[in-house]
């Protein structure tokens, strides 16, 4: 197997040859004014909190008698689990101390109007079922979850993207910090209405993911009835090569870094895959591999490397940990920059919660951390030849001893390939490990809410309210002539409706009324950061009234807007009306003054023109007012 070519460098030969899979999951807040199964509100956040809540997790029985590996790798980290919570935000439903509401029917009206639009098989039945999560990130240890659509498509390019299903969930809390034992949440967020969409694995280049991502984001955006902003949407990104593992990317906040992070998880499985291979050439496997460890102390009480001379005098143990035959292998590539050494440190960080970096050295980097002397007592100490690697892990003794059977555990599935992994999307396109991929004894059914039917009238009663599918507005508007960079952003726009109103009822120019329902509300946004999401659909609405009547002229618009942004008021409903003949005529003679005679004409004309429409404000035609002044300085 050749090195993996660089990002820039990859084609999509290239991810064809190593038999590149991805597909998505979106989780996407719904615009609802309550939670999903309390009558708590939706969509207040507030980092301010009335008290704190401890809790513990610890895995439980599924229903077939099993444990969930997640739930059992959780339980090894011994977090202590903190929420914040806001009375204004969280009842006693989310704390688990009551039973929960009904469903509640607006999300579900919402999550049955997209799954419409996704072409989905509509269920006759909502069937609730109970997802462990014992992270901590939802107080009860499991989310409330149901489907309510599958085997739905979308079109892509020249083919179709399988839709497997579309679920409705409550959303889990905010995390706020986690550092060794300790993790903190505030609870604003939990509860809240969430869609999650499910694509088939049919992506076939990284590029390939963001577009269909950016399309699904598109597609819900256009129903005006989910929330935007930073964190109201997150995808999760899954990813496999040809002899890899499903490998799931969690939280990628933004589209524009899957590209990235799709080509690196590639790129990783891609290397793994060699470091297998080496590790068996070797005559390392699963079954045949070893490893042991062993208290380091003694020897290294008087070493100059702080991390571990720190930890010593504070009372902390360091193991020294032998792989046998992997000499040089953690300084194996496995993403951009990245070393087989980080899988390793990622474990450790996480199970056995040593969070301060470094949490482990090794001899396959001896200069950078010990003494050369210090390497070779170790190795005496431990027994270790040349062609084995030691690996040094410090902290309070539980957790040091945790992370050195996790340094084992992690090599020794080295020799297996690729174990099924949970990772989290970082910053530099690269990901980290966060826990074991979940399987199906996670799910099981919920005991507290009845099965909920959905009668056909109710879905013919959804189907009336959809608007057309955004490809086909679209097309539709590239038709009709609005700008190229206006029409995606009006396809998906809550105003979409509004711009059909506009140009049928009340005589706006197609342009003229996408360019001021997108392109104005962005080009004063630049402006006054912030201010865009403050446009309400009322204002939007008179202004186009107002236009399409007469009242306001297209050079008016931004002042209006500008206006109602600093005031919030309409500005034309304290003006006099279209300017008359005579304002005109005095608008004119007032900007002929002196200087204007020593221009040429078409420069006088300019001058004129650019006092006359300062003085107009939108209360005359530009167009017609030009040809005026054109006409009266003889300028043809």
Known sequence: MPPFKSFEEMQPEDYAAIGFKSGLEIHQQLLTSKKLFCRCPAGRYSDEYDAEILRHMRPTLSELGEYDGTALMEFKTKKEIIYRINRETVCTYEMD????????????????????????????????????????????????????GVDGAVPYRERSIPIVQLGLEEDACREVSDFGHRRVYITDRLGMPLIETVTGPEMRTPLEVAEVAQLLRRMVRSTGLVRTGIGAARQDVNVSVTGGTRIEIKGVSRIPQIPLLTYNEAM????????RDELHRRGITPESFTGRYEVANKLLRKTRFQPIAQAIAAGNTVYGVVLQGFRDLLRWPTQTDTFFAREISDRVRVIACLTTLPNIIHSDSPGETLASSEWLNLRKLLGAGEEETLVLVW???????????EILIRAREAATGIPSETRQA?????????????GPDRMYPDTDLPPKAVTPERRERIRTTLPAPVWEREVRYRSMGIPA????????SRWAGL???????????????????????????????????????EFMTALLKTVG??????????????????????????????????EIIGWIAEARVAECRSLAPAARCRLIMGRVMARAAGRANGAALAERVRRQEGVS
């Open 549 to 582: 009547a007469g009242r306001l002229q297209r050079e008016g618009i931004l002042p209006a807007m500008r206006h109602w942004l600093a005031t919030g008021e309409n500005l034309w409903e304290s003006w006099p009306g279209m300017a008359s003949e005579n």
């Open 395 to 405: 902290g309070p003794p539980a957790d040091a001893e945790t992370g050195a059977r």
């Open 97 to 148: 101390d009551t039973p929960p509401f009904e469903l509640n029917e607006e999300a579900l009206d919402i999550a049955l109007g997209i799954a419409m639009l996704y072409n989905c098989v509509m269920v006759d039945e909502l069937h609730i079922a109970r997802k462990q999560y014992l992270d901590g990130s939802i107080p009860t240890g499991f989310q409330r979850t149901t489907i309510v």
């Open 485 to 492: 960079d206006t029409v995606e952003p009006l396809a998906c």
């Open 426 to 438: 970082l910053e530099d396109g690269t990901n980290g490990f966060e826990r074991i991929l979940p």
């Open 499 to 537: 711009f059909e109103t506009a140009i049928t009822q009340w005589g706006l120019q197609p342009t003229l009324a996408a360019v001021v329902l997108i392109q104005y509300p962005r080009r004063l946004r630049k402006g006054q950061p912030g201010k865009s999401a403050e446009w309400s659909d």
């Open 268 to 275: 990783r499985q891609y290397n793994l895959l060699r470091l």
